[in-house]
């Protein structure tokens, strides 16, 4: 039934104002795909996290990330794509900190994680640059793995 106090409109009057309001939205991207990059972290760290995953990784996951002596789950290839590469570093960053290694996980210093996650990274093919992963999980949260 029409609302009696309202001037009629002309047919299709009203969807122009709607039309244009969509079209706006859709051309602005969200302020979280808008922060969105890809991960950040040095050489250096990297250098650093391959010194950590050989005293505190390598005998479960193996000296090539994928052949390890205790059954470590592989850290690059595909099973590392399937597991991590759909999320952002924070995911990663925040498992390996609270969960390895198994027999003291979280023991190691938060740099060390950070370090150890940017090993990890770039032996999965993400390039490294002049920031250094840092250990902020909101930071890293914007930091996407998608490729």
Known sequence: MPN???PAAAPGR???PVLV???V???VPSAAAAQERPPAFTEAQVQRG???YQKNCQDCHGSTLDNGEFGGAPLKGSYFR??????DVSALFGYVNTAMPPDRPGQLSPQSYADLTAFLLSSNGYA???EELTTDLEA????TMKR
């Open 128 to 130: 490294a640059g002049a």
């Open 25 to 27: 939205i859709a051309a």
């Open 140 to 143: 890293q949260s914007r930091m």
């Open 14 to 16: 009203r969807a122009v």
């Open 50 to 52: 391959q010194a950590i």
């Open 4 to 6: 009696r106090d309202l």
């Open 21 to 23: 309001l969509l079209a």
């Open 82 to 87: 399937d597991h991590w590469g759909a999320g």
